[in-house]
């Protein structure tokens, strides 16, 4: 809802959809940048600003999309009546910034749907057990949505969004990547924490764990998207469905080694119990076998934990008499993801032998029952991806040619 006409849009999808003989609940999301804007604006006055006081502001955004989508849904003579999350009665941990939800309680929700109108609920946030206003970290109405969507017991959750669904692989990287019309939630939480950034990672968590079905769906073109529902749901798998769902890449980590390890108990506890503690996100772990006492230890974390993560990483490595610490931020990682992985062998093999063919070498590597994810010189990142997509038979044939947005 980026400006006023598209906000207009919406509204006419709306109505055309409670027309239809549906009962709806709307969450919005903050207009285009307004909650970067607004974050930025915090910075402009202070270099600490209170959790509280962020999540009041924040909180904002959400509550001009909620107002202005009611004004243009009642222009079109559709009953809409608009809520904060409070009024809601979505309650929330204390942790400001990114609150979990523990409750919804949703009585007026329910009562405006109940007079007929639409309910339009301001996502993100939510009124914590000490009464506070809380956010629930960037991307949160996605999770409202899904939290609503288990509380009311709708029959869907769509997300609206500027792409047509969840894709093979990202088609600004892959020209010939298609629309995935269903997926398992197990996959779309792998693509997820790969590196897809269609979803939040933890709606598609809420989903899963309350069986609300979810349609991931273009806003610009209202065509249908992407399913994503358990494997009950999906139904008896296609004979021909290809194994692989899709290739996710990730260019936004980085990779640290300490160098001479002494092999013994207690120094990976040493190393990665400070880095937990600072709250650096690390992904991917490899520690060589040791020759002569001593072994190597890589492993990844975001480009934007770096400044966080090398002084403890050099700290430590002092400490257990490590040879030193190097970093590289020029790597990307490459994952195939697909539920066909657990009856399939020798996914892996096929992984490693195309990107081989394709002189890509591999730096790291790690599983999971669905996943194989390597880490890869980012320069090889576009020939790994489209490589490993053709060879894994994903190719739709054609090259993809709608508009896309940019990268985020
Ligand atoms: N407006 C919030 C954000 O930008 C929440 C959302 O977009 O889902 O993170
Ligand atoms: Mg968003």
Redesign the pocket.
């Known amino acids: 809802m980026a400006d006023p006409e598209r906000m207009r849009n919406v509204a006419r999808h709306v109505a055309k959809t409670k027309a239809e003989g549906h009962q709806l609940v709307i969450v919005v999301?903050?207009m285009g940048k307004?909650?970067?804007n607004l974050l930025d604006l915090a910075r402009q006055v202070s270099s600490v600003p209170s959790g509280r006081e962020m999540d009041m502001l924040?909180t904002t955004?959400?509550r001009i999309s909620m107002s202005l989508l009611c004004m243009a849904l009642q222009d079109l003579s559709v009953e809409a009546m608009s809520f904060t999350g409070s009024q809601v009665g979505i309650i929330t941990d204390t942790v400001h910034g990114r609150a979990k939800i523990l409750e919804i309680k949703g009585d007026r929700v329910r009562e405006a749907v109940g007079e007929g109108k639409v309910a339009v609920v301001a996502?993100?946030q939510g009124i914590s057990t000490a009464k506070e206003i809380t956010t629930l970290g960037?991307?949160?109405?996605?999770t409202t949505a899904v939290a609503l969507a288990a509380a009311l017991k709708a029959d869907v959750c769509e997300i609206y969004t500027d792409v047509p669904g969840v894709f093979t692989a990202d088609p600004r990287t892959v020209p010939q990547a298609r629309k995935l019309e269903h997926l398992e939630y197990d996959e779309m939480l792998e693509m997820a924490g790969a590196g897809s950034k269609v979803l939040?990672l933890r709606s598609v968590e809420f989903a899963r764990n309350h069986d609300v079905p979810m349609h991931v769906r273009s806003s610009f073109t209202w065509e249908p998207g992407t399913w994503i529902t358990s494997e009950e749901r999906k139904g008896a798998t296609n004979m021909e469905e290809p194994i692989i769902s899709g290739v996710v890449h990730d260019a936004s980590d980085a990779k640290i080694t300490v160098l001479g390890v002494p092999d013994q108990p207690g120094v990976s506890a040493a190393l990665f119990e400070p880095l937990a503690a600072a709250n650096v996100n690390v992904d991917m772990i490899v520690q060589n076998t040791s020759t002569a006492g001593t072994t190597d230890i890589s492993f990844t974390l975001p480009k934007t934990d770096i400044a966080a993560a090398q002084p403890i990483v050099e700290k430590v490595s002092r400490q257990v008499g490590a040879k030193g610490v190097t970093h590289d931020t020029n790597i990307a990682k490459i994952s195939l993801v697909g539920a066909g992985m657990k009856s399939s062998p020798g996914i892996a093999a096929k992984m490693f032998r195309v990107l081989a063919d394709n002189k890509v070498n591999i730096e790291m590597i790690s599983t999971s029952t669905i996943r194989i994810s390597v880490v890869v010189a980012a320069p090889m990142l576009e020939k790994a991806v489209r490589s490993l997509h053709t060879a894994f038979g994903l190719d739709s044939g054609s090259d993809y040619s709608a508009p896309l947005p940019e990268r985020k």
């Open positions: 999301s903050a307004a909650t970067d924040l955004g959400e996502g993100f960037r991307g949160g109405s996605d939040a």
